[in-house]
């Protein structure tokens, strides 16, 4: 088995996508890409999973982006960058179209393709000492429209202006201060905040997850590709579900729910 892969477990509730290429910083070769929307799919289609947590092999990188190694075979002619572009955007789409919530727990490098994985989830939960940069203008590559677009949309131009301009780094409160970080947790308490966070999501009622999910999406879109019908259909089916029931009694009883996903 190549070290370069995308590993999959579930584990109480949530579904962890571990990008495994340590000895390159976990940078994104083009089978991992490749990889991603079957294993979001499969996340997608098992009823005990109610969340995504995305996060990288060992303590020194989320992800270095993609695996420069790779360009000179596979970017190496207009059909072959086409390729490897359509594989970045398909799996960058399957965690941005997940129906169920998504997150990036990033722990040192998050560079590159890497920040735009990161970005392609709901949720980005950093430690702090993590570091963040897009270098392509150090190396020469053009960076998608659509990615680009992507980061504007979420931190606004000018912020984005900065980051791909300068090629910088930055820290986990810099990422936090832009939008990028929802939370930044000390070294020492990252893993317990972590799990006790994702523990909390995973919790809740997987039918309003799914509804809320669905509407974020479509808010995501220009207004005018917004299919309100599907949001409100998710929304709908809250309120005839055995849980939004299950919901109303435990509140009396005043004890945890009970939660079944239907």
Request: net charge neutral; with cysteine.
């Amino acid at each position: 088995m190549s070290e370069a892969r995308v590993d999959y477990a579930v584990r109480d509730g949530v579904a962890r996508l571990v990008l495994n290429q340590p000895a390159r910083l976990n940078a994104m070769s083009f089978d991992m890409w490749t990889a991603l929307p079957a294993l979001v799919a499969r996340a997608m289609a098992d009823d005990s999973v109610r969340a995504i947590a995305v996060e990288g092999m060992g303590e020194k990188a989320f992800c270095a982006g993609a695996d420069i190694s790779q360009f000179g075979e596979k970017r190496s002619s207009r059909e072959a960058v086409a390729a490897y572009e359509e594989a970045v955007r398909a799996g960058l789409a399957g965690l941005a179209e997940a129906s169920k919530p998504t997150l990036a727990i990033i722990r040192g490098v998050c560079f590159g393709g890497g920040l735009a994985l990161a970005m392609s989830c709901d949720l980005r939960l950093a430690r702090a000492g993590a570091r963040f940069s897009i270098p392509a203008a150090k190396l020469g590559l053009g960076y998608a429209f659509n990615n680009l677009d992507f980061l504007v949309r979420r931190i606004g131009l000018s912020a984005a202006a900065d980051i791909f301009y300068s090629a910088r780094q930055f820290d986990a409160l810099e990422a936090q201060r832009l939008g990028i970080a929802n939370h930044v947790w000390s070294e020492a308490a990252f893993d317990e905040e972590v799990a006790a966070y994702v523990a909390r999501i995973a919790s809740n009622a997987p039918l309003t997850l799914r509804a809320l999910a669905i509407s974020l999406r479509e808010l995501a879109r220009p207004e005018a590709e917004r299919d309100r019908a599907r949001a409100d259909g998710a929304v709908a089916a809250c309120f005839t579900s055995e849980d939004y029931a299950e919901g109303r009694r435990a509140f009396a009883e005043k004890r945890a729910p009970d939660f079944k996903g239907r």
